[in-house]
């Protein structure tokens, strides 16, 4: 079963994510989890950097003059089911969750990974868009810095507008301009039922032309 992809509809363009649920699916449920519920609809890029990243996911940044934007995360308590397990899972009393250093993804220009404030466990519902190899940041390099990666842009076009918002203008690291994320949504595959298990007829399928889809 081909991964979800995330679609990030942002006031500077669309940004299409592969999330990372064969190899990280503890992480990757929690963020799935947190933009179908709309967690992150009408949030902000509250930190831009560039040549290194773009970060959001912080509820505090509905406002994007918002000074606690950086320090939020989701409630805690609250619960997601691992999608790849069928486990509930819990957050923490600080809304966080643990960290999986599992599968030895870098943090390459592209890639979407768990932000952090440099604690054990403490990612939550903030991310970061890497526009820069970045891999001083990997869980797995020598350095402090810890950040699993859980997607990457899904095409060229997505990497672009990662990019644009990286060179927007700044004040310590906030847009002048706001950049607005007006709503993720997560498509998930589903497997249609097996007819041989079933009891149902095969269906009929009628062959469409192959579409040359990008990679």
């Given at each position: 079963?081909?991964?979800?992809?995330?679609?990030?509809d942002t006031s500077k363009g669309i940004i299409k994510c592969e999330i990372f649920l064969d190899q990280v699916p503890y992480t990757a449920s929690n963020f799935i989890d947190l933009a179908n519920s709309g967690f992150y609809n009408g949030l902000h890029f509250h930190r831009v950097i560039r040549n290194f990243?773009?970060?959001?996911?912080?509820?505090?940044?509905?406002d994007p003059k918002a000074r606690r934007s950086g320090t939020g995360g989701p409630k805690?308590?609250?619960?997601?089911?691992n999608l790849k397990?069928?486990?509930?899972?819990?957050?923490?009393?600080?809304?966080?969750i643990n960290d999986e250093f599992e599968a030895e993804i870098s943090n390459k220009k592209g890639t979407l990974s768990m932000a952090n404030t440099g604690d054990d466990n403490s990612g939550g519902s903030q991310f970061f868009m890497n526009v820069m190899n970045n891999?001083?940041?990997?869980?797995?390099?020598?350095?402090?810095?810890?950040?699993?990666?859980?997607?990457?842009?899904?095409?060229?076009?997505?990497?672009?507008?990662?990019l644009a918002i990286s060179k927007v203008a700044t004040v310590e690291d906030v847009p002048e301009v706001p950049?607005?994320?007006?709503?993720?949504?997560?498509?998930?595959?589903?497997?249609?039922?097996?007819?041989?298990?079933?009891?149902?007829?095969?269906k009929r399928v009628k062959k469409e032309p192959e579409s040359a889809d990008p990679a």
């Open positions: 079963m081909p991964n979800p992809i995330a679609t990030f990243m773009i970060q959001s996911g912080c509820p505090f940044s509905r805690p308590g609250t619960t997601f089911k397990s069928g486990a509930i899972e819990t957050r923490n009393d600080r809304g966080n891999e001083f940041l990997d869980w797995f390099s020598r350095g402090k810095s810890q950040h699993p990666v859980f997607g990457k842009a899904a095409d060229e076009a997505s990497f672009d507008v990662m950049v607005r994320i007006n709503s993720v949504t997560v498509a998930l595959a589903v497997a249609e039922p097996d007819p041989r298990s079933s009891g149902l007829s095969p």
